[in-house]
T-cell receptor
């Protein structure tokens, strides 16, 4: 079945460092891909999404490109802030149906 | 987009009791999903709830333990029955449907069982 493999953390960076969190997927069809963020003590928030190959999702300085040839959807940010400290989940969905999640990556940004 | 609310936001319960969690969406949605997130873990799908039909449970989850209602297209409940400390988790609902590419989560219910 469909699955998501996500770089495990924790990841610790200094403020203004470059961030990459790797995500690869396995799917039989053409899923939509998502990144969710979970801040401490809160629920999941949709960070960005992409619905087809070569789409780039972006939000709050974060970007991810749907790469069909490498089955990847890596999350990047050029300059992280302390406020970006959270757990990040990569996920895929078969057109609104079942959604599969990666294990989550905990990011800590230090001043 | 959709706005999803959950009640309660958190609760502390005694072993052997039951808790019903409510999920309300501000628009009609075809499918609603219930997830469990155990401490430090990713999300695990409990069941899918479609209006007018029985919920579909994932392997490892049964209706007697997690009964679900879906009386209309904007509301669902999940009951955690006969609770034990192992049920301590965050429970989240999600709204979605065929062709709906925006996947929205409720804020979660943080349950602690003593």
């Amino acid at each position: 079945g469909d699955s998501v493999t996500q770089m495990e953390g924790p990841v610790t960076l200094s403020e203004e460092a470059f961030l990459t969190i790797n995500c690869t997927y396995t799917a039989t069809g053409y899923p939509s891909l998502f990144w969710y963020v979970q801040y401490p003590g809160e629920g999941l928030q949709l960070l960005l999404k992409a619905t087809k190959a070569d789409d780039k999702g972006s939000n709050k300085g974060f970007e991810a490109t749907y790469r069909k040839e490498t089955t990847s959807f890596h999350l990047e940010k050029g300059s992280v802030q302390v406020s970006d400290s959270a757990v990040y989940f990569c996920a895929l969905s078969d057109n609104g149906g079942d959604m599969r999640f990666g294990a989550g990556t905990r990011l800590t940004v230090k001043p | 987009s959709a706005v999803i609310s959950q009640k309660p936001s958190r609760d502390i319960c005694q072993r052997g009791t039951s808790l019903t969690i409510q999920c309300q969406v501000d628009s009609q949605v075809t499918m609603m999903f219930w997830y469990r997130q155990q401490p430090g873990q990713s999300l695990t799908l409990i069941a899918t709830a479609n209006q007018g039909s029985e919920a579909t449970y994932e392997s490892g989850f049964v209706i007697d333990k997690f009964p679900i209602s879906r009386p209309n297209l904007t509301f669902s409940t999940l009951t955690v029955s006969n609770m034990s400390p192992e049920d301590s988790s965050i429970y989240l609902c999600r709204a979605g449907g065929a062709g709906n590419l925006e996947q929205f989560f409720g804020p979660g219910t943080r349950l602690t069982v003593l």
